[in-house]
């Protein structure tokens, strides 16, 4: 195995020619890859000085050092006193580290405590996340059978969403008084799951105002999210047989800043009058601002969010509203696609597994069997 | 005086901004369409310096690290929507985008909203409270039951649920709209203290 030099080529500063005597060395330094990460660090302990919380009381710190083998050892960082580990976290994958601890007293540095040859690397499986691992195969069984089933032509009964109800009397409205429909798909990008089912959702809502020959005005704070909505739209209009009636341009981006974009649309709002307005996905701050304007200006409301904070103004400011959830079940209860029919059955027992586990849970925490608990919060 | 212009910018814009809540006027269509301008300005900048240049050019350039050249390609087929013939390739990247998105957000919807939450609220102590949190958490899930119609216990139960609901609401409602009167209470200070000097 290969082994460094220590004591004489340490860079550092080593005032052991002060008077006073150098504190015990700290033990069993032991270096090893951080486990469960992507890599590019390694994890360094040891167990404290005896002048550490004993002794002479005299260690400040630890100071920890890194080498490859046969070269020189550099600092690194340090620990304060009563600490017995160090991540390391900018090595090369692959390359070989040797690491000492030092312990330091203000004056003058313990002699060295050397670990062995560590290498860091990724791993592909996180352990402690066994228990996301459960919980994904167990949904995606209960999803993949019922969407079999659906496939089947099985009917999946879907109880009445409120909102959803609503969505083609909305439409209607604006038809009868001749003013545009908006949609508001949030302010996050594609790669938000709730700004995902909102683009399910205006695909509905722009096959509705196609036959209606409604403008539908489509407002997006994503580049991307525009071009998925022009996307979606274009598609809807080929559907209800009205590809001369699609028009891009009413499908704009205005500016990713969060309120730049909601003072364009409140903007847009007061000079486009449309009659009903839909809010899709995912809002922050600004759904208040724009749900105040809104209905300011008339419109009937309907919006649809999975984020708690904003739910009690759209709750406030809108006609109808779609609940968290709701809103992703909004996709299925619009299709009626099998795909999405099976996936919302298979949720719904996910849940119920999920209301079992929690009060056999909780009666077994309650007679003191803590394990489930422990298992829950690995990862 | 470049401190003092720059106050009676901001404030000037600001009192545009607010003028909205008389009535839409051409002040208020000036400050929104150049605030619009200049965050979408801002954002391409802001862009260019902390995404093209050190996640892609940085890495491909100087790194050599070839295996940018895909998720470059990937993004200059967004280009191809400006060319009819060839826009269905901006659906590539759209599609990995989506893809990813979703695939990425399960395990930590699973983790954050599902495994963190058993764990909240399997309680080792039974209290008052604590009793309330758990009939709170199993009538607010039964709620969001969508295949089976809401009738019986269910109908009690989910009930139950978006009386919760709707009390968490009243209380996020309330402490946000705090938040909110602070922010103007700030830029209320901005214009009688900055600006106008009337107060200290």
Redesign the interface.
């Known amino acids: 195995m290969a082994t460094a030099v220590v004591s004489s080529t340490l860079s550092v500063p080593n005032r052991d020619s002060v008077a006073s005597e150098p504190p015990v060395p700290p033990r069993e330094v032991v270096a090893r890859d951080k486990p469960n990460d992507s890599g590019g660090s390694i994890l360094v302990s040891w167990e404290r000085s005896a002048d550490d919380g004993g002794g002479r009381e005299s260690v400040t710190e630890y100071r920890i050092f890194r080498s490859t083998p046969g070269g020189t050892f550099e600092s690194i960082g340090s620990a304060r006193k009563g600490v017995e580990e160090f991540a390391d976290v900018q090595t090369i994958d692959g390359t070989e580290y040797l690491y000492v601890v030092r312990a330091f007293d203000g004056v003058s540095l313990s002699p060295p405590s050397t670990s062995e040859v560590v290498v860091s690397s990724a791993q592909w499986f996180h352990t402690g996340?066994t228990?996301?691992l459960v919980?994904?195969v167990v949904?995606s069984f209960f999803v993949l059978w019922f969407i079999r089933k659906a496939k089947r032509g099985e009917e999946?009964?879907?109880?009445p969403?409120a909102g959803l109800e609503a969505v083609d009397e909305a439409v209607g409205r604006a038809t009868e008084m001749g003013r545009p429909i908006m949609y508001i798909p949030g302010i996050m990008?594609?790669?938000?799951?709730q700004t995902?089912a909102s683009m399910v959702i205006l695909g509905r809502v722009a096959r509705k105002a196609a036959e209606y020959e409604t403008p539908l005005l489509v407002p997006t704070s994503r580049s991307?999210v525009m071009?998925?909505a022009q996307?979606t739209v274009k598609e809807a209009y080929l559907d209800a047989g009205r590809p001369d009636a699609y028009d891009s341009d009413k499908i704009m981006y205005?500016?990713?800043?969060q309120?730049?974009?909601a003072?364009?649309v409140?903007?847009l709002m007061?000079?486009e009058k449309p009659a009903t307005i839909f809010y899709m996905g995912c809002f922050y701050?600004e759904s208040?601002i724009l749900a105040e304007t809104g209905h300011s200006t008339g419109a009937i409301q309907i919006a649809g969010t999975a984020m708690?904070?904003q739910?009690?103004?759209f709750?406030?400011a809108c006609d109808y509203t779609l609940?968290?959830?709701?809103l992703f079940?909004a996709s299925?209860?619009l299709s009626k696609e099998p795909l999405l029919l099976g996936s919302?059955?298979g949720q719904?027992w996910g849940?119920?597994i999920?209301?079992a586990?929690?009060?056999g849970?909780?009666v077994l925490?309650?007679l003191?069997f803590?394990r489930?608990?422990e298992w829950?919060?690995t990862? | 005086m470049s401190e003092t212009v720059g106050i009676w910018i901001a404030a000037l814009l600001t009192l545009g901004i607010f003028s909205f809540l008389y009535k839409d006027n051409p002040l208020y269509k000036f400050c929104e369409h150049l605030f619009v301008g200049i965050s979408l300005g801002y954002y391409i900048a802001y862009y260019y310096h902390n995404g093209v240049i050190p996640k892609l050019y940085f890495p491909l350039v100087r790194q050599h690290n070839y295996f940018y050249i895909i998720p470059a390609f990937l993004g200059f087929l967004y280009f191809s929507r400006f060319v009819r013939k060839y826009a269905y390739l901006s659906r590539w990247p759209m599609a990995f985008v989506l893809g990813a998105g979703s695939g990425l957000s399960v395990p930590a919807i699973i983790q954050a909203r599902i495994i963190r939450q058993m764990q909240g609220t399997m309680i080792d102590t039974i209290t008052f409270s604590s009793i309330v949190m758990v009939v709170g958490v199993l009538a607010t899930l039964s709620y969001f039951f969508f295949s089976r119609e809401h009738k019986g216990f269910l109908k009690i139960a989910s009930g139950m649920g978006i009386v919760y609901i709707m009390v968490g609401f009243g209380a996020t409602f309330g402490y946000t709209v705090m938040a909110r009167v602070s922010l103007l209470i700030g830029r209320a200070q901005f214009l009688l203290k900055d600006w106008l000097g009337i107060i200290d």
């Open positions: 996340r228990n996301i919980g994904g949904l999946l009964y879907i109880r969403i990008d594609m790669d938000n799951i995902i991307i071009s998925a996307e205005l500016t990713d800043d309120f730049g974009y003072a364009g409140d903007g007061l000079r701050a208040l708690p904070s739910l009690p103004f709750v406030t609940i968290g959830e709701e079940a299925a209860y919302l059955k719904d849940k119920a999920f209301i586990l929690l009060v849970g909780i925490v309650s003191g803590t489930i608990i829950l919060a990862g």
